[in-house]
């Protein structure tokens, strides 16, 4: 009985089971029913029931994206042999590659490094901070997938409003030693200011408060600048989120084969992308900054900067007790940025690697000159496309991962000949086979893989599909 206590059992909706085997079976039935040259109705039968299995989620969405490949090929519109090969292509491959270096960053902790690092520089009040997590998110978002940019913020900025409340919640007084505060010393150790020994007079209470309405839609705001942040840094790269895949295989297939098509590779979609999601998220920072914090946005140079005219001058009380309280949120961070120490062995090898797949990227085929892949493909004897794409050099330096050791190979003595009795521990890599099995989402490229199976089919047997004459 104690045994049955322990266990937890999981029910699926009843709904969902029959729901499901409906739309299966009924599917299976139209294909096979409706004559065999009217491919745009079979295809239209397809979009419907892979669409309806999708939005009411009664199956996994990566197993409902091979439905497409079943029905189509069961109702005569496409071979099976041809479909097969719209699930893992060229965009499939580069999405891939791109998820192994996003996961080897994941592990080494770089990312909480970065972030850390410039909310450091940006944590000097409030419409500052929103600014820094709002532009540390977009910046981590552009290599990262949109979940895990949030999902390793999100805890960053809790710890970071939680200092905040305890701020608001208590009186700060004298050398804000009260409530686990740093002392004025740790103020001078990180270049902030040192006025707490002379202004202690308006800080002598001991009352405490709660929270005020304002601090809470601040909140609020902060948070809102993560998501928005991820999003709009989604759009600057090629590989910053899914459906820029999508948009690329649409892109290669309608017009890669013409001999005057443009090319799109990494390059070319920064030089419009990039400019124009830099200035979305600066709109929408101010945009969030009015609306959460309006109070500090007027306040922003005063913040960093202390003016000329105040130079010789007492500061009011209400603003050297406002530079105490972010001189604190700044202490603590700064503080979580030391707990990681010094840069190790694999955060440079993966600025390294990230840096020069990013310049090959760039110069894979620019237009002012020739490219690396354009000098391959007249070494090859020439031709209308390229042999090498955006896929290769990312499938290239993510796989030295698997072999670049997580500990610096050149660091202390090289034996090749251990002593009898020594005992060797195997060295990690900087990537292995059971983070990428944890970390990789293997239904994104299964749900990618429906999509151009999908629109595979509508390109070749329903031409006019988007039309409303047959419908």
């Given at each position: ?257 013409r001999a005057d098509a443009p090319t799109l590779d ?172 944890k970390k990789t989402p293997w239904d994104v490229l ?26």
């Amino acid at each position: 009985a104690k045994e049955d206590e322990d266990v937890v059992y999981t029910v699926l909706p009843k709904w969902k089971t029959v729901f499901g085997l409906s739309v299966i079976v009924i599917s299976i039935i139209l294909v096979l029913s409706l004559p065999v040259k009217s491919s745009e109705a079979k295809a239209g039968v397809v979009i419907g029931a892979t669409a309806l299995l999708w939005i009411t989620e009664a199956m996994p969405l990566m197993i409902t994206a091979l439905l497409p490949a079943i029905l189509f090929s069961l109702g005569g519109v496409i071979k099976m042999k041809e479909i097969s090969s719209e699930y893992f292509n060229d965009i499939s491959m580069l999405m891939l590659a791109t998820f192994f270096m996003a996961a080897s960053v994941e592990e080494s902790n770089l990312h909480r490094r970065i972030a850390l690092k410039i909310l450091s520089l940006l944590g000097r009040g409030e419409a500052l901070l929103m600014l820094g997590a709002m532009l540390t998110t977009w910046k981590l978002s552009m290599f990262l997938s949109n979940t895990a940019t949030c999902a390793m913020m999100l805890p960053i900025i809790s710890a970071i409003i939680e200092n905040l409340r305890k701020l608001e919640n208590s009186n700060l007084r004298g050398n804000l030693v009260r409530n686990g505060m740093p002392t004025g010393s740790e103020f001078e150790m990180n270049g902030q200011i040192n006025e707490d020994q002379e202004d202690q007079s308006d800080l002598e209470t001991n009352s405490v408060k709660e929270a005020s309405p304002e601090f809470e839609w601040f909140c609020k705001g902060l948070i809102l600048c993560i998501p928005y942040g991820a999003s709009i840094g989604g759009i600057a790269t090629l590989t910053g989120t899914p459906p820029n895949f999508v948009f690329k295989g649409f892109f290669d297939r309608t017009y890669g084969k013409r001999a005057d098509a443009p090319t799109l590779d990494y390059g070319t979609w920064m030089s419009f992308a990039y400019p124009i999601s830099f200035l979305i998220v600066i709109f929408g920072w101010h945009v969030l900054v009015l609306m959460y914090a309006r109070r500090s946005y007027f306040s922003i140079f005063t913040t960093i900067f202390k003016p000329l005219c105040c130079k010789n001058k007492v500061l009011p009380a209400h603003v050297i007790k406002d530079r105490k309280k972010w001189a604190y949120i700044n202490n603590t961070i700064q503080l979580e940025y030391k707990k990681l120490g010094p840069f190790r062995f694999p955060e440079v090898v993966l600025l390294t690697e990230m840096g020069v797949l990013v310049l090959f990227w760039l110069l894979r085929s620019p237009s002012g000159f020739p490219g690396w892949a354009d000098t391959h493909l007249e070494m090859m004897g020439g031709g209308a496309t390229h042999y090498l794409t955006d896929a290769w050099i990312v499938l290239l330096i993510s796989l030295t991962l698997f072999l670049i050791p997580n500990e610096n190979p050149f660091r202390g003595r090289v034996i090749c000949r251990p002593p009898p009795g020594t005992k060797l521990v195997r060295s990690k890599r900087l990537l292995s086979h059971e983070v990428v099995m944890k970390k990789t989402p293997w239904d994104v490229l299964f749900i990618l893989g429906g999509g151009y199976a999908i629109a595979y089919g509508c390109k070749v047997r329903m031409e006019f599909v988007l039309s409303y004459g047959y419908w």
